[in-house]
């Protein structure tokens, strides 16, 4: 593999996605030992030509020998490009370039709800990307829409259950921010936003869990206990996860136990 030589990748630290796929650069010799540096630890001159606006919205790839940079997924484009050179002729193809620059945009907006890290508050810098409404909230409609389906799939698994619908899973999918941001009313408004995005996050985590069953479910008349059970077991992962991103968020523990009263006060009224 062709490695990328005198060229740097500046990372957000406190996004543990980030982190994975620069580390991952540079161990499969795409860049060098020096290809990823923490965006925090840049030096004054290294300030002085980097925009400061833009590399936590767009990573940046800064030529150490010119001091020239360019971002986000061109930066990418350049870096898998050089080792694979058809890679790099398909994606700067002027349709599939926007494309894959509207979908980067699209994660990188949402990196902290989709994978939030701990943020080390100590550092001067800070790798915050900007809080993009509209990527936010297409983030949000993309999770609803995949649980939505999601959850009406598994739930006409359950015999003995009242027949689902696309209607029903929606209303309970949206009924449950509405529910939940009752109980942040004294936060501001990009705060419940943030909050809702990674409730978002967590669904769609759920969701991925339960595919395996639906998948199978296709081919196999599968037991109630396993179908009840791998039910289960969804709920209390994504209550563990729920936990531990309301601590990251500092937002208050309660938000976690509200968030289960939502869903057994839900299924007491599919019940009835």
Same mark, same amino acid.
């Given at each position: 593999?062709?490695?990328?030589?005198?060229?740097?990748?500046?990372?957000?630290?406190?996004?543990?996605?980030?982190?994975?796929?620069?580390?991952?650069?540079?161990?499969?010799?795409?860049?060098?030992?020096?290809?990823?540096?923490?965006?925090?630890?840049?030096?004054?001159?290294?300030?002085?030509?980097?925009?400061?606006?833009?590399?936590?919205?767009?990573?940046?790839?800064?030529?150490?020998?010119?001091?020239?940079?360019?971002?986000?997924?061109?930066?990418?484009?350049?870096?898998?490009?050089?080792?694979?050179?058809?890679?790099?002729k398909?994606?700067?193809?002027?349709?599939?370039?926007?494309?894959?620059?509207?979908?980067?945009?699209?994660?990188?907006?949402?990196?902290?709800?989709?994978?939030?890290?701990?943020?080390?508050?100590?550092?001067?810098?800070?790798?915050?990307?900007?809080?993009?409404?509209?990527?936010?909230?297409?983030?949000?409609?993309?999770?609803?829409?995949?649980?939505?389906?999601?959850?009406?799939?598994?739930?006409n698994?359950?015999?003995?259950?009242?027949?689902?619908?696309?209607?029903?899973? @929606? %209303? $309970? &999918?949206?009924?449950?921010?509405v529910? *939940?941001?009752?109980? =942040?009313?004294? !936060?501001?408004?990009?705060?419940? +936003?943030?909050?809702?995005?990674?409730?978002?996050?967590?669904?769609?985590?759920?969701?991925?869990?339960?595919?395996?069953? @639906? %998948? $199978? &479910?296709?081919?196999?008349?599968?037991? *109630?206990?396993?179908? =009840?059970?791998? !039910?289960?077991?969804?709920?209390? +992962?994504?209550?563990?996860?729920?936990?531990?991103?309301?601590?990251?968020?500092?937002?208050?523990?309660?938000?976690?136990f509200t968030?289960?009263?939502?869903?057994?006060?839900?299924?007491?009224?599919?019940?009835?």
């Amino acid at each position: 593999m062709k490695t990328l030589e005198n060229q740097t990748l500046l990372y957000d630290e406190d996004c543990p996605l980030c982190s994975l796929y620069t580390t991952g650069f540079v161990k499969s010799g795409m860049l060098d030992e020096n290809g990823r540096k923490s965006y925090c630890q840049l030096s004054e001159k290294e300030q002085s030509f980097v925009d400061l606006k833009r590399a936590p919205n767009e990573i940046a790839l800064v030529d150490n020998k010119t001091k020239t940079v360019i971002y986000g997924i061109d930066s990418l484009i350049k870096v898998i490009g050089f080792s694979f050179p058809l890679i790099e002729k398909i994606a700067t193809v002027k349709p599939i370039h926007f494309v894959l620059k509207k979908l980067y945009s699209f994660v990188s907006y949402n990196r902290k709800v989709i994978i939030p890290g701990n943020v080390k508050e100590e550092n001067k810098l800070q790798c915050t990307p900007d809080f993009n409404y509209k990527y936010r909230f297409l983030f949000i409609g993309f999770g609803l829409t995949i649980t939505t389906f999601i959850l009406f799939g598994y739930s006409n698994l359950i015999l003995n259950f009242p027949k689902s619908s696309i209607a029903r899973e @929606l %209303i $309970l &999918s949206l009924g449950q921010i509405v529910f *939940q941001s009752l109980f =942040l009313l004294k !936060f501001d408004k990009q705060t419940i +936003i943030n909050y809702t995005g990674n409730i978002m996050t967590v669904s769609l985590m759920g969701s991925l869990i339960l595919m395996p069953i @639906l %998948i $199978l &479910s296709q081919f196999f008349q599968l037991p *109630q206990m396993i179908v =009840l059970s791998w !039910f289960g077991v969804t709920v209390l +992962i994504m209550f563990l996860e729920h936990f531990r991103r309301v601590k990251l968020l500092k937002l208050p523990f309660y938000l976690s136990f509200t968030w289960i009263l939502y869903r057994i006060l839900a299924l007491i009224l599919i019940i009835n």
